[in-house]
């Protein structure tokens, strides 16, 4: 079972940065996308970026360059730095892994959902 820890979160100012980190405990597969959703209260949980074991990212338009999501692949540890942030930026953020062994012709999700961490950015 892969257990998932989201932290970095907190409260800053408008324009200020954060770096969240969610590391990823268990067996993942070599194959695998680790990602980036948030939500706020009184809507769903959205994508916000993700990166696959290879490197390769995706980002929802939104965005427009202010986040940037890495990895630490050895440790199975996913980041999202977060540069000039707005209010709008506030919300709860959670870690996603999905993987694919070798056998399968379809990536999996791994892990439930994890507590999330809060990032509150004020005026």
């Known amino acids: 079972q892969v257990q998932l820890v989201e932290s970095g979160g907190g409260l800053v100012q408008a324009g200020g940065s954060l770096r969240l980190s969610c590391a990823a405990s268990g067996n993942i597969f070599d194959d695998n996308v680790m990602a980036w959703y948030r939500q706020t209260p009184g809507k769903q949980r959205d994508l916000v970026a993700s990166?696959?074991?290879?490197?390769?990212?995706h980002y929802v338009a939104y965005v427009k360059g202010r986040l940037t999501i890495s990895r630490n692949g050895a440790k199975n540890t996913v980041y999202l730095q977060m540069i000039s942030l707005k209010p709008e930026d506030s919300a709860v953020y959670y870690c996603y892994v999905s993987g694919r062994s070798r056998g399968s012709v379809a990536y999996s999700r791994l892990a439930d959902w994890g507590q999330g961490t809060q990032v509150t950015v004020s005026s």
């Open positions: 990166i696959t074991n290879s490197g390769s990212t």
